[in-house]
């Protein structure tokens, strides 16, 4: 049980790397071929798509993969193509309604249809999880990755154009997920569509609040490029999407240590454990916390080498400003860990407020500082949401603790509590 448990972390790791990998081949790409410009448009369209899809995708995955009905998988799929279509049909009247550029609003749309598409095969990796088959689910997830880079760049090279370029990536997303995804669930559920008439509307009700959250979480990067468009210019958009997107390069590993942490942490809020439960969120932030700290460092002393290398010089003029990202990466690492705690202690309403107010947090201080201070403006407008957000998190965790502690102590009863 041990090598399978490291197996599969060690696979669901790979996998969300190699997500992002594929998108920071899309970055990487527009940078060195094409212009700031470009990164403009796609990093804005990319956030105007984000809180759409995130909404709309429900975090179907995380619910399908604990849900135990054998005959689930056809209501799930048509709640998901549903969602995911509506998504794309209202991404790009959402970015003309915020007076985008005709080049972003194309931008929206084409994202949005590639999203549709990868909203559906996240369905797919939730339902193979859910029989602990994560080293099928990553094969699924390199598989798309590495036919999105590869067509990414590809494409945009032979031709120098964005919109024909997300045309198709969103074709061969689309030609994986029903030549390769839905048909490898088609072989494994064993039943038909006409065994499961569940409605669409308790699905949707139970799983709206998660996609909210989600929804409200994708703000805290939107916001900062809206007001540094409005202040300058796509120019600015596109150095400070290159450089905040360095911090992404962590997080897929710090989920993989909240999802292997979940079942002690389940175990501990049954248990009324609070001691376990900070002695497990303890060893999980351990390695997120160091990682932080050395980026933090790391670009401290040889940031604007590094990003001039990946990037290119233009990007790399603002040292304090990558500093200051690197910081906020650190924060979001920890976050990202500790936050899985709160979901296991079922704080979703405490979790929703934390998130709305670090959006607040990083409005107010853009709408300060981005007028007169750019890009560093925009990376201490994303720092102080983080750090509202890390500080909030980690009282909502102690506070979840020190109940179940109070409830050990006192055998208090709670029925129905989990």
């Known amino acids: 049980m041990k090598f399978k448990g490291s197996k599969n972390t060690i696979a669901a790791t790979v996998g969300n790397f190699s997500t992002t990998a594929a998108l920071a081949v899309a970055i990487v790409t527009l940078t060195q071929f094409g212009s700031a410009e470009n990164v403009g448009h796609f990093s804005f369209a990319l956030a105007v798509a984000t809180p ?69 095969s996240d369905l797919v990796y939730g339902w193979h999880q859910r029989d602990g ?10 598989g798309h990755s590495i036919a999105t880079g590869l067509s990414f760049f590809i494409v945009f090279v032979a031709t120098r154009n964005l919109a024909i370029t997300l045309s198709v990536v969103f074709i061969v997303n689309l030609i994986l997920l029903v030549l390769v995804d839905l048909k490898s669930i088609d072989a494994a559920t064993g039943i038909s569509p006409s065994d499961d008439r569940r409605s669409l509307w308790p699905l949707l009700k139970r799983n709206l609040p998660l996609g909210l959250a989600g929804a409200i979480f994708s703000l805290n990067m939107i916001l900062p490029r809206d007001q540094l468009e409005h202040s300058f210019s796509m120019v600015e958009v596109g150095l400070f999407s290159a450089i905040a997107f360095l911090a992404r390069a962590g997080t897929p590993m710090m989920q993989a240590f909240g999802q292997t942490s979940t079942k002690r942490l389940n175990q501990c ?22 990682a932080g700290l050395g980026l933090v460092v790391v670009f401290w002393v040889a940031g604007q080498p590094l990003v001039a290398l990946l990037y290119g010089p233009a990007y790399a003029r603002d040292p304090v400003a990558i500093v ?22 079922g704080r979703f309403k405490s979790q929703l407020l934390i998130l709305s107010c670090s959006v607040l947090i990083t409005y107010f201080v853009g709408a300060r500082l981005i007028p007169n201070s750019s890009v560093q403006g925009a990376c201490w407008a994303v720092l102080s949401g983080a750090t509202f957000r890390i500080l909030a998190t980690a009282g909502v965790v102690a506070w979840s603790a020190w109940s179940m502690r109070l409830q050990s102590k006192f055998d208090f009863s709670v029925p129905g509590a989990t």
């Not at 509506?86 to 949005?112: D, H, K, M, N, Y």
């Not at 088959?133 to 390199?142: E, I, K, Y």
């Open 52 to 120: 759409v899809f995130l909404l709309m995708q429900l975090r179907l995955r995380d619910v399908i993969a604990t849900d135990l009905d054998l005959s689930a998988w056809h209501a799930y799929r048509r709640l998901s193509i549903s969602s995911n279509v509506c998504g794309a049909v209202i991404a790009g009247p959402i970015a003309f309604l915020a007076g985008l550029s005709q080049e972003t609003i194309v931008a929206t749309i084409l994202i949005a249809c590639w999203k549709a598409t990868v909203g559906v």
């Open 133 to 142: 088959r994560l080293v099928d689910v990553a094969r699924l997830q390199v």
């Open 269 to 290: 809020v049954i248990e009324s454990n609070g001691r376990g439960f900070i002695a497990t969120l303890m060893r999980a932030v351990t390695l997120p916390l160091l």
């Open 324 to 345: 200051l990202i690197m910081a906020y990466a650190c924060l979001v690492y920890l976050s990202t860990v500790l936050t899985y705690g709160i979901i296991a202690a």
